[in-house]
Structure formats: structure tokens, C-alpha cells
């Protein structure tokens, strides 16, 4: 018997995000709700691409999932799954999906590469599968897959608000378009290699384990605020300074974890001390780190170039790139 469903095929792109003010926590581990509120800026220079193909007849069998032409199993793959499993509930439909991901940027070191890739493939599947969904929708979806992803289906500056304990609504929305503010964020690289603790099992752990992880959830409210006034004022000191404050504070909690949870490398270091060297020179410029080793730097377009000069000639980064506030979803 010929299967007379169409042979679905969806294709998304998305761009990664940067937190300003960061996620670290989570109010509902089930489903994925943050215990902070986040703003970040989502980049045009970090791009994901995705594909989904669904085959006719093929209920039978698993999922296949490839990155960058590579076959992905263990917790890459089951995300991914549970992503489509949800997509195909409201569906009704259970074909298995090949799903092809191309990352444009070192996926798993802290580049945020989770976040463009669940918005891409939530984006990706709801189209294979027929499902019309709204970007509010979507951006819930790929919050449950990951919650910074949420973020990455909008462009410009985006929050996502803290969770309360089950609501699976939750999406993100944008608080400025990305022509608002003529901003960009120089990332350093300070190592290709894949991270050894995932953003995920680092934040449950610090949850868990650190002492310090309630002042963090105490504090992270304040410096989210600072940031959103900041970020609508176009107010660079107050968004870096707020930033800056948010970043030491969320990897100070995970320091304190039993075992710590530490992402600094001795490349780090030279780069942050880069980035306070040009402050010193009169460059307003501001670091920022998420789950990884790397530091993204928060200054004025016409400032880029310098600071991304000074940060190669530490010697310290394996690649330097200058991003600018990118789009939604494509
Ligand atoms: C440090 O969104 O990767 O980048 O929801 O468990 O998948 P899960 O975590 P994830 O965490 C991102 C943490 C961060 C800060 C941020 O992006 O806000």
C-alpha cells in the first residue's frame, strides 16, 4: 500500500544568542522553565541550518540525526527526538524524520550552538509536519529543549521571563529589533574543543550543590532589569556594567559547586584582562561568558575593529569574529 500522506520536508535557519543578563537555573526541570529572567542579543555571524525530511511509510525505525554530516546518538540526539516527538503528539502524524543540522560556528564550547539549533529544528519540524505554529508557539517548544533557544527564534534584543512552576506556554519576545542599537559583540575563542560540562548538567548541578546558587537566583532579577532599562536607553556602560555584574555572578555560583563547576580557561583570563585594558584606554567595551571558555565582548560598532584587534594580538583566541544583532528565524 502506497503511503498517500506528502513527503514532508521543512528547512529553518537560525541564528545563536548572546546573554546580556543570563539564565542559569531552572524553577521546573521537566519542562524546562528558567528560575531567572534573560535578555540577550540574538547574532547575525552564528548561523544554524536545518532540515527535516520526513519519509513516506516511515513510522518504522528511529530518527535519524546528523550534524554537520555526522551521525549524533546519546543526549544530541535523544533532545532532538523528544523536540520531534512533541511536534508529531500534535501532528498525529509518526513518521520518523531525517533531521541534517549545519553549524556555521564550533558547535558545543559555549557558543550557545544549542540555542539556534532547537529554534531551527523546532521551526524545521513544525513545517515537515504540516503543524501551523506561531513563533510564540515555536519559541515555547524550543524552550523545552532548551531554554536559551527560546530566545533565538526572534531577532535584536529578546527576554525570556523566569518560569512559574508549569506553565509550558512560556516563550520568549523581543524587547527592541535588531536595528534599534548599533552594537556588536567581538567573540574570542579561546579554545575549539568541546566543552567537558554542558550549560544543562552545570546549571543543576550549582542548583544542587552550590551555596551560593540562592543569592544568585536572589540577585539575577536586578541585573536582568538593569540591563532591559540599559539595552531601551541605548546606555552602554549600564548594559556592560549590569552584564558584567550578571556573567561573574552566575559563574561565581557554579564556582561554589561541590564539585566546582568551572569553564575559565588560562585564555579567558589574558582576554578579560584585554578587555579591562581597553576600558583603561577609553574603550567602552564589556565581557561576558556563558557555559564555555570563550569571551564575547559588548561594544559600539565603530569600536569593533579595535577590539578585535587587541584581543588577537593577545595571542590568547584561536579565532576572533564580530557579530551584530542578527534576525529571527528564517
Ligand atoms: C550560560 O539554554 O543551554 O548560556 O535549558 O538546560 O538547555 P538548557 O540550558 P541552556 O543554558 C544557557 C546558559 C547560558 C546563559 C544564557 O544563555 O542565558
Not at 543570563?22 to 524553577?27: A, L, T
Request: net charge negative; with cysteine.
Amino acid at each position: 500500500m502506497t503511503d498517500r500522506r506528502s513527503i514532508g520536508v521543512g528547512r529553518a535557519r537560525a541564528c545563536a544568542n548572546i546573554a546580556l543578563a543570563k539564565y542559569w537555573g531552572k524553577s521546573d526541570e521537566t519542562l524546562n522553565l528558567p528560575a531567572v529572567p534573560s535578555l540577550s542579543i540574538t547574532l547575525d555571524a552564528l548561523v544554524t541550518e536545518t532540515t527535516v525530511t520526513l519519509e513516506a511509510g516511515g513510522e518504522d525505525g528511529e530518527d535519524v540525526v546528523l550534524f554537520d554530516q555526522k551521525s549524533r546518538d546519546g543526549e544530541d540526539k535523544s533532545r532532538a527526538v523528544e523536540l520531534l516527538d512533541r511536534v508529531r503528539a500534535i501532528a498525529g502524524d509518526d513518521r520518523r524524520a531525517r533531521v541534517e543540522t549545519v553549524n556555521h560556528f564550533p558547535t558545543a564550547s559555549g557558543l550557545a550552538s544549542s540555542a539556534s539549533g532547537f529554534a531551527a529544528l523546532a521551526t524545521a519540524a513544525a513545517r515537515a509536519y504540516g503543524v501551523d505554529a506561531s513563533l510564540e508557539q515555536l519559541s515555547a517548544w524550543a524552550r523545552r529543549s532548551s531554554a536559551s533557544a527560546a530566545r533565538s527564534l526572534y531577532g535584536g534584543f529578546v527576554e525570556l521571563a523566569a518560569g512559574l512552576v508549569g506553565d509550558d506556554s512560556l516563550a520568549a519576545s523581543v524587547v527592541a529589533p535588531a536595528e534599534h542599537w548599533d552594537v556588536c559583540v567581538v567573540i574570542a575563542l579561546a579554545s575549539l574543543a568541546r566543552k567537558k560540562t554542558s550549560s544543562r548538567d552545570g546549571m543543576i548541578e550549582t542548583a544542587k550543590t552550590s551555596p551560593y546558587y540562592p543569592s544568585w537566583v536572589a540577585c539575577a532579577p536586578a541585573y536582568f532589569r538593569e540591563v532591559r532599562d540599559g539595552v531601551l536607553a541605548r546606555d552602554l556602560e549600564k548594559v556592560g556594567t549590569a552584564m558584567e555584574a550578571s556573567t561573574f555572578a552566575m559563574h561565581a555560583s557554579a564556582l561554589a559547586a561541590r564539585p566546582a563547576v568551572r569553564y575559565y580557561a588560562a585564555a579567558t583570563a589574558t582576554l578579560l584582562d584585554c578587555v579591562e585594558a581597553l576600558r583603561g584606554d577609553g574603550v567602552t567595551a564589556y565581557s561576558t561568558m556563558d557555559a564555555g571558555p570563550h569571551v564575547k565582548v559588548l561594544c559600539m560598532r565603530s569600536d569593533a575593529e579595535r577590539v578585535r584587534d587587541a584581543l588577537i594580538a593577545t595571542g590568547a583566541a584561536v579565532d576572533v569574529r564580530v557579530a551584530r544583532p542578527g534576525p529571527g528565524v528564517q
